[in-house]
């Protein structure tokens, strides 16, 4: 067997253990070494086993990932949920469908602070069903707004995935944070589109709400500034180069605490659940870059990037041609795995071939996000209708997966656009 072919052998056998249900980070590791013993013998695997754990989460760089997931995590507990939720109500709630609308810019705001998918829609489910529920929304339109609007988190900065994405192609994070700016208000605008089109086919799907005035308006955004002023201060730091990525994550996380105190949502017992959940969540991301290390060690040994690259090369497939078959392979592959799982994955096997057709990488990353997003969303394993769910009691999933097609769609014509109009993200830069 060719070592080109060793290493795509590998990169099935490593989606077959991930579909029969092992966790991705062993799938990964398992694999990898595997394939290192078949390929340079024990001693390569021994050395990589001894080294690998180690040299794969040392670089100061990834010290950005914690303090951006402790950001987070400070944000949803928080309680500014409920107050962004209420502010953009205050002014789209007498549409009809305008809790659902709310419900999308809520977790487009609270996604910038808070960087993760699953805990924007866990913490704005929380507030916006209930809600919906109340003034007589259609179960199936209130959860695809909620569970769609949660994909936003992953897009809009500071995102976790684009970080994960920037680490893996030396890709500058403050460029990504801010070429991901346009596409994910644009996604918000798309989401609202579509339930704005969906409640006028059918009314009775949402009724409209009564109008705020301007006096409770004015009040709902003094509770809410603070959040515009962390994010600003964050995104804004890296791009006036105040801050690097860490120095602007560790701002980050130590502003998001500050609003928790503030606003009252913290003690001792909330201190040490966000510590542990914080210490959780990184866990999980340093076991699957760990796991990571050792695949891609294997791949790199069998010359597998290359060999694609090359493969695409010859073949005189436009780049457009080849950039759209990524964007498939992601949308199918999204059906099976998470987000996270897919761009550790695939994305050290890719970046070489987006290297070689002279890509630029701020966009190509950012469209390798947006196309996990769909991911998501997209049955039977989309994560985001398993929280939803979980979060609505007596709500069905089938009900869940009724709801978000149009919300699929409008990423679908999200995807065509920066497909199309790549200055949407260079422009940023």
Not at 126 to 150: H, I, Q, T, W
Not at 221 to 238: N, Q, T
Not at 272 to 297: D, P, Q, S
């Amino acid at each position: 067997m060719s070592m080109p072919l060793m290493g795509l052998t590998g990169f099935l056998m490593t989606l077959l253990l991930i579909g029969l249900g092992f966790p991705v980070s062993v799938s990964m590791a398992v694999i990898g070494l595997i394939g290192i013993m078949l390929s340079g013998g024990w001693d390569q695997a021994a050395y990589v086993l001894s080294t690998a754990p180690f040299e794969s989460i040392f670089p100061y760089s990834f010290s950005v990932i914690p303090l951006f997931v402790m950001m987070g995590v400070f944000a949803a507990h928080a309680g500014l949920s409920r107050s962004l939720f209420d502010l953009i109500n205050a002014f789209v709630g007498h549409w009809r469908g305008g809790l659902a609308v709310s419900t999308v810019g809520a977790s487009a705001v609270f996604g910038a602070i808070c960087g993760s998918s699953l805990a924007t829609v866990a913490t704005i489910g929380r507030v916006a069903m209930p809600e919906m529920r109340r003034f007589g929304y259609d179960d199936s339109l209130a959860a695809a707004s909620v569970a769609a609007g949660g994909t936003l988190g992953v897009l809009i900065p500071p995102s976790i995935l684009l970080v994960i994405f920037g680490l893996l192609t030396q890709t500058s994070i403050g460029a990504l944070f801010m070429g991901a700016i346009v596409p994910g208000l644009l996604g918000t605008a798309l989401y609202a589109l579509a339930v704005i089109i969906r409640v006028r086919r059918n009314p009775r799907l949402a009724p409209a709400g009564g109008r705020a005035d301007w006096s409770r308006r004015l009040a709902l955004l003094g509770k809410v500034w603070p959040v515009a002023l962390l994010f600003g201060v964050v995104i804004g730091g890296m791009q006036l180069g105040w801050f690097s990525p860490t120095e602007a994550a560790a701002v980050g996380a130590f502003g998001a605490f500050l609003l928790a105190l503030v606003m009252g949502g913290l003690n001792k017992q909330v201190l040490r659940e966000i510590v542990r959940e914080t210490a959780a969540l990184t866990g999980m991301i340093f076991l699957i870059l760990i796991g990571a290390a050792f695949f891609n060690f294997f791949l790199e040994t069998t010359g597998l990037p290359m060999a694609l690259s090359e493969m695409i090369g010859d073949s005189g497939l436009s780049p457009t041609v080849v950039m759209l078959l990524i964007l498939l392979f992601y949308v199918v592959l999204g059906c099976f795995m998470d987000s996270m799982s897919m761009i550790l994955l695939t994305v050290p096997l890719l970046a070489p071939v987006a290297i070689a057709l002279d890509f630029n990488m701020v966009w190509f990353g950012v469209l390798i996000v947006t196309v996990a997003e769909i991911g998501l969303i997209t049955p039977p394993v989309g994560m985001n209708l398993f929280v939803v769910q979980a979060t609505a009691p007596g709500l069905r999933q089938e009900t869940v997966i009724r709801g978000i097609l149009p919300f699929i769609a409008a990423d679908v014509i999200r995807m065509a656009l920066l497909l199309i109009f790549p200055w949407l993200v260079i422009s940023s830069l």
